[in-house]
């Protein structure tokens, strides 16, 4: 088995950059609504690597660091408290990310009291415990917490232990689920058991339903994220597809949170990476040159907005929009041009108040019973 401090496993991908990209996008928004009302803040990185890949990339560490303290807020942020974990096995891995938190920290001379952090040579399963027994003893609750779990490939991340961790109401994931490596050894001997850790559950239950004909990688990805769901108790659960220079998906990315501006800056973040709306990104495009912005097709939001409001009179935009970020693709921005197209065709009634333009607050929209076809 090569070792995880082997210099292969640290070439930086364009899939991990794009990855990293949405983890800085979130992160920029997520520092400061966290900070304006919480006097500590938890960034829990539990894979998290050596610090730098081979061709000068930042990892994720350095990446969540640097979001923190460029942040052109960070000034109003440093009455609170930022503790940053990060957590990696091997220790040759941890070394090196140790030796690069040092340099970054002193290209930031003076270090902020407020911004504490540790590298911590351990596995990620039992340093996760060793937090929750800690709690326990307290008595205490966890910190709001972003959770970046992003391991090489399906073991030492226990279903159980993410539902124990995500079990305070102020915590979110951002989780690396390996389908490519789980669904070609979901099925062979002796992975039975790392299986049933990564899930919650028996391979059996994993699989149950699955037709040969359908696509299993889909299939595991809808258990995984019900079980984000389900298990743990997260309200928003979304997944993005990284495609590998195969063109198959490697693996996805799912973020849960409970809040749904979590929700919506993740959204926003994935978006950037893939502003066609289709929610993959692709080893073979990146690095193309791109003459102009994919235009999202917003027919499928337009059906939706006709059969989920059918009959229903005085909807706001407002209603419309965090529909639109909770139970659909699309983003919030998609909203206002499908009501303007709507109601040009006469398939909608909007009342205007006098005095308001658009679809601003105290404008209400009435749907036909009977959806066009």
Same mark, same amino acid.
């Given at each position: ?19 990293? %990209? ?10 400061? #609504? ?60 941890? #070394? ?34 060793? #937090? ?16 970046? /779990? ?31 490596? /789980? ?28 037709? @040969?004909?359908?696509?299993? /990688? ?11 769901? %389900? ?5 928003? /659960? ?19 949170? @409970? ?14 990476? %893939? ?8 080893? @073979? ?17 337009? @059906? ?70």
């Amino acid at each position: 088995m090569v070792s995880d401090a082997d210099p292969t496993k640290w070439d930086c991908p364009p899939h991990t950059k794009a990855k990293h %990209d949405m983890l800085a996008s979130y992160l920029d928004g997520w520092y400061p #609504i966290l900070s304006s009302w919480n006097g500590r803040v938890l960034f829990l990185d539990g894979f998290a690597g050596r610090g730098r890949y081979n061709d000068g990339t930042e990892g994720s560490p350095l990446v969540a660091l640097r979001r923190l303290v460029d942040h052109h807020y960070f000034p109003q942020m440093r009455h609170r408290e930022f503790v940053f974990m990060f957590i990696e096995a091997n220790e040759d891995n941890a #070394i090196s990310l140790k030796r690069e938190i040092d340099d970054f920290k002193a290209s930031h001379a003076p270090w902020p009291a407020s911004v504490k952090v540790s590298v911590i040579n351990d596995k990620f399963d039992a340093t996760a415990n060793t #937090i929750l027994n800690h709690l326990r003893e307290q008595k205490a609750n966890l910190a709001p917490t972003f959770a970046f /779990v992003d391991p090489f490939g399906y073991s030492g991340l226990p279903m159980d232990l993410l539902a124990d961790l995500l079990s305070y109401p102020r915590t979110e994931v951002f989780v690396n689920f390996m389908v490519g490596h /789980v669904q070609r050894f979901i099925e062979r001997d002796g992975q039975e058991a790392a299986m049933r850790s990564l899930f919650g559950m028996d391979v059996r239950e994993v699989l149950s339903g699955h037709s @040969r004909k359908a696509d299993r /990688v889909e299939h595991l990805r809808a258990v995984y994220g019900k079980q984000l769901q %389900d298990r743990i108790g997260l309200d928003h /659960v979304q997944s993005f597809a990284m495609i590998n220079s195969t063109g198959n998906i490697g693996y996805y990315l799912f973020h849960g949170t @409970r809040h749904r501006k979590g929700v919506k800056l993740m959204k926003n973040a994935m978006w950037k990476v %893939d502003p066609g709306g289709g929610y993959t990104f692709s080893d @073979r495009l990146a690095g193309q040159d791109v003459l102009f912005t994919p235009e999202p097709d917003l027919k499928p939001l337009r @059906r939706e907005f006709l059969l989920h409001y059918a009959g229903k009179r005085n909807i706001s935009a407002e209603e419309m929009e965090w529909h639109t970020l909770l139970h659909t693709p699309y983003r919030e921005t998609h909203v206002r041009p499908v009501l303007r197209d709507l109601e040009r065709e006469g398939a909608i009634k909007v009342n205007r108040p006098m005095g308001k333009k658009q679809f601003t607050k105290g404008v209400t929209i009435d749907f036909p019973s009977s959806p066009p076809s």
